[in-house]
């Protein structure tokens, strides 16, 4: 069931809502957390359905704030969906205008339930600093990503130097099937690594992160390569023993080769939007692996435009 509420208010929403709750016996509260949106028009049914197949593993309610016509006079246009509708919580989708779309913590506030945890996700273009946002602060967890910026790496560096604990991107979760496969890998006897290699389409800030992760983790120096892609295409272990190499030239599937073994295929499809995101709702505390590998990432970078600037 979805119910209508055109230029209404936050009373009114929260009085709609309190009966929804009341006539489905108070299911709608018992959710693990409030998931909070910050979209646009043109984004929002991507991200309510990827909020819905996340919310099946992370049961949530959902609050999707649209932002429309910055000149049109200030009013709200609310979806409200029943569990069940949009995921087995509760969604909330409110269309602001006018000036009400630069404030909109002033109408998520009073319907944020008590005691439970929050999480901001900017699926579009985020905020430079998440967590001075005016709904970042109302977050343990706030989640962007960059990928979908015009200068994706510049994006996320911009955003690593505004860097608190509960930051994340999903540029970073993307990699998590890459970090997964390159620590099983290094876990079979291979020798020493004394280098590797990341091989990605330009402006991919995915194989940025993938370099310092290997970088930090490794302590041996990484060299970032560039393909056609699509995403990343190639990570390498320069080892005593012969070159660890993962191809992967489809998005799809992985070919891993190793000295004196066969190559295997290995399945490594690109993550859905819903995939991350569902990772990402599936911790409340800081990353601080994310952390860590962010500002290496920066300070790996810098390194390299002043190599440059000086050669």
């Known amino acids: 069931m979805t119910l209508y509420l055109p230029r209404t208010t936050t009373s009114e929403i929260t009085e709609a809502l309190a009966a929804e709750r009341h006539s489905m016996g108070g299911g709608a509260m018992n959710m693990v957390l409030t998931l909070v949106i910050v979209t646009d028009e043109a984004d929002h049914y991507d991200a309510v359905r990827a909020a819905t197949e996340a919310g099946h593993e992370h049961p949530s309610r959902v609050l999707v704030l649209?932002?429309?016509?910055?000149?049109?006079?200030?009013?709200?246009?609310?979806e409200i969906r029943s569990p069940g509708t949009s995921g087995p919580g509760e969604a909330v989708l409110l269309?602001?205008?006018?000036?009400?779309?630069?404030?909109?913590?002033?109408?998520?506030?009073p319907l944020l339930a008590p005691d439970a945890p929050v999480v901001a996700w900017w699926p579009g273009v985020g905020p430079t600093n998440p967590a001075g946002d005016p709904v970042g602060r109302l977050a343990q967890r706030?989640?962007?990503d960059a990928l979908r910026a015009a200068d994706p790496v510049r994006d996320l560096l911009a955003r690593i130097s505004h860097y608190r604990p509960g930051d994340t991107d999903l540029t970073w979760t993307r990699l998590t099937p890459w970090r997964s496969l390159l620590a099983s890998t290094m876990d079979q006897p291979c020798g020493w690594v004394s280098a590797?290699?990341?091989?990605?389409?330009?402006?991919?800030?995915?194989?940025?992160?993938l370099v310092a992760w290997l970088s930090e983790q490794l302590?041996?120096?990484?060299?970032?390569?560039e393909s056609n892609g699509p995403g990343i295409t190639s990570a390498t272990l320069v080892t005593e023993g012969g070159d660890i190499t993962i191809n992967r030239l489809d998005g799809r599937v992985?070919?891993?080769?190793?000295?004196?073994?066969?190559s295997q295929a290995v399945a490594l499809a690109r993550r859905r939007a819903s995939e991350a995101l569902s990772e990402e709702l599936g911790r409340l505390d800081p990353d601080q692996i994310y952390e860590s590998t962010a500002k290496h990432m920066g300070t790996l970078l810098k390194q390299a435009n002043q190599a440059g600037v000086g050669g």
């Not at 649209?66 to 609310?78: K, Q």
């Open 66 to 78: 649209i932002r429309r016509d910055a000149d049109a006079e200030p009013s709200i246009d609310a």
């Open 95 to 109: 269309r602001l205008y006018g000036p009400l779309r630069d404030h909109p913590d002033s109408v998520v506030t």
């Open 142 to 144: 706030r989640i962007t």
């Open 196 to 209: 590797a290699e990341v091989t990605a389409e330009p402006y991919y800030p995915s194989a940025d992160l």
């Open 219 to 225: 302590e041996v120096p990484v060299e970032r390569r």
């Open 254 to 262: 992985a070919t891993l080769s190793r000295p004196d073994r066969p």
